[in-house]
């Protein structure tokens, strides 16, 4: 069974990084085919795509939090990170990652339990 | 990006009801639509991917239907543990956008 588990920074003081790792278990990252995706969802919302990197490192980015944003992956830990820059009282959300597949249609077949991140002085 | 809409934004239903949930594309989207349900404080569940195929492990007493920018999710047949938000996503062009949830809640 494929598992994720995000890393839990808690708070985050305004103006700086937002770092986040997550470990994935029963299936590798290397792998083609699947997507490794980080989605957010602000308390009470919706949910938001932030982006993905592919097995080839290859990455999309929403556009919205281009400027910001960098995803990037560890292999050897079979893990993958996101790094929002420059956070603001709006990055306050619970983060997910997780892992989207082609034979799905792109679709997201497996989530991770969250991490709630709170931008506060 | 492309916007999703789905409506209702919440509705009351009582259980063994059936309930349909519609979710339109701001552009064609052929048939890259998915469904999740969430429940609070959890992490979405995989439902259904591309309009009307079911993932493994889910109830038959879900569907889904639709191509090209409107599509539908109904429960036949509602359960207990069927009373949550239900989200569409389009996963035809990045950013892979969601609709802003419907909540199906207990009359």
């Known amino acids: 069974q494929v598992q994720l588990q995000e890393s839990d920074p808690g708070l985050v003081k305004p103006s700086q990084t937002l770092s986040l790792t997550c470990t994935v278990s029963g299936a590798s990252i290397s792998s083609g085919g699947y997507y490794w995706s980080w989605i957010r969802q602000h308390p009470g919302k919706g949910l938001e795509w932030i982006g993905y990197?592919?097995?080839?490192?290859?990455?999309y980015y929403n556009p919205s939090l281009k400027s910001r944003l960098t995803i990037s992956q560890d292999t050897s830990k079979n893990q993958f990170s996101l790094n929002l820059s420059s956070v603001t009282a709006a990055d306050t959300a619970v983060y997910y990652c997780?892992?989207?597949?082609?034979?799905?249609?792109?679709?997201?077949?497996?989530w991770g339990q969250g991490t709630l991140v709170t931008v506060s002085s | 990006d492309i916007q999703m809409t789905q409506s209702p934004s919440s509705l009351s239903a009582s259980v063994g009801d059936s309930v349909t949930i519609t979710c339109r594309s701001s552009q064609t989207i052929t048939s890259y639509l998915n469904w999740y349900q969430q429940k609070p404080g959890k992490a979405p569940k995989f439902l259904i991917y591309?309009?009307?195929n079911l993932q493994s492990g889910v109830p038959s007493r879900f569907s889904g239907s639709g191509s090209g920018t409107d599509f539908t999710l109904t429960i036949t047949g509602l359960q207990p543990g069927d009373f949550a938000t239900y989200f569409c996503q389009q996963s035809y062009t990045p950013p892979y956008t969601f609709g802003q949830g419907t909540k199906v809640e207990i009359k």
């Open positions: 591309a309009a009307s």
């Open positions: 997780a892992r989207g597949t082609a034979d799905f249609g792109n679709a997201i077949d497996f």
């Open positions: 990197i592919y097995y080839s490192g290859n990455t």
